[in-house]
T-cell receptor
Framework: GAVVSQHPSRVICKSGTSVKIECRSLDFQATTMFWYRQFPKQSLMLMATSNEGSKATYEQGVEKDKFLINHASLTLSTLTVTSAHPEDSSFYIC???????????FGPGTRLLVL | GDSVTQMEGPVTLSEEAFLTINCTYT??????LFWYVQYPGEGLQLLLK?????DKGSNKGFEATYRKETTSFHLEKGSVQVSDSAVYFC????????????FGTGTSLTVIP
C-alpha cells in the first residue's frame, strides 16, 4: 500500500524558533499533499493544500506567513512553523493524494511542543 | 457546504460485542466516503471506503454501506476485539469541492476483555 512518512515524529522547541516538518510519499508520486492540525481529542483541521510546483492554498484563518509550505517535488512537502509559540503546540499530520483516486494516505504525524 | 456528523463517544464495549458507529453526511456533489482509524499516538490509517451509492466497504471485519437515501455510512463490526480500541473518523471527499476531505469529530472506542 501507499506509504507516507513524516519527520520528525516529535519535536520540542523554544518559543520564537522555527520548526520544519517533512512529509514524504515513499512509494508513489503525490501531486497534492495536505497538512492538518489535530488538537487533543478533536478531529483533524485542514490547514492547507499543497500542489507540487505551485503555491499552497490555505484554509480560512490559517496564517500563511506563519505556516510556510513548500512542495518542492512530487514526493516531498515541508511545513515550517515560523516563530513558534506555545499555542502552536499540536499534532501535525500530512497526507498525500495518489493521482485522482480521492484516497488520501496519511503520515504518522508530528507532535510539536513549544516551550 | 459539505460536512460529516459522527456519533459522539466515547464508546466502551466488551470483547465480542457488536459495534455500530453512526455517520451521516451532507455533500454538494457525489462524494466518496471513508472510515479512518487512529491508534494512540499514531496517524490515521484508511480502514475502508466506498465511492458510490450502495457500495459496501469492508476490511478487518469492519463494514460500512454507502446509503444515499439516508446519507449515511455507518460503521459496523460483528465482534470487536481489544485490539480494535482506537479513535474512528468518518470522512468524505467531494470532487465538487476539489476533493477536499471533511472529517467527523471522531469516536473513541474502548474494548474491554
Amino acid at each position: 500500500g501507499a506509504v507516507v512518512s513524516q519527520h520528525p515524529s516529535r519535536v520540542i522547541c523554544k518559543s520564537g524558533t522555527s520548526v520544519k516538518i517533512e512529509c514524504r510519499s515513499l512509494d508513489f508520486q503525490a501531486t497534492t499533499m495536505f497538512w492538518y492540525r489535530q488538537f487533543p481529542k478533536q478531529s483533524l483541521m485542514l490547514m492547507a493544500t499543497s500542489n507540487e510546483g505551485s503555491k499552497a492554498t490555505y484554509e480560512q484563518g490559517v496564517e500563511k506567513d506563519k505556516f510556510l509550505i513548500n512542495h518542492a517535488s512530487l514526493t516531498l512537502s515541508t511545513l515550517t512553523v515560523t516563530s513558534a509559540h506555545p499555542e502552536d503546540s499540536s499534532f501535525y499530520i500530512c497526507s498525500a493524494e495518489r493521482g485522482r483516486q480521492e484516497t488520501q494516505y496519511f503520515g504518522p504525524g508530528t507532535r510539536l511542543l513549544v516551550l | 457546504g459539505d460536512s460529516v456528523t459522527q456519533m459522539e463517544g466515547p464508546v466502551t464495549l466488551s470483547e465480542e460485542a457488536f459495534l455500530t458507529i453512526n455517520c451521516t453526511y451532507t455533500a454538494t456533489g457525489y462524494p466518496s466516503l471513508f472510515w479512518y482509524v487512529q491508534y494512540p499516538g499514531e496517524g490515521l490509517q484508511l480502514l475502508l471506503k466506498a465511492t458510490k451509492a450502495d457500495d459496501k466497504g469492508s476490511n478487518k471485519g469492519f463494514e460500512a454501506t454507502y446509503r444515499k437515501e439516508t446519507t449515511s455510512f455507518h460503521l459496523e463490526k460483528g465482534s470487536v476485539q481489544v485490539s480494535d480500541s482506537a479513535v474512528y473518523f468518518c470522512a468524505l471527499s467531494d470532487r465538487a469541492t476539489g476533493n477536499q476531505f471533511y472529517f467527523g469529530t471522531g469516536t473513541s472506542l474502548t474494548v474491554i476483555p
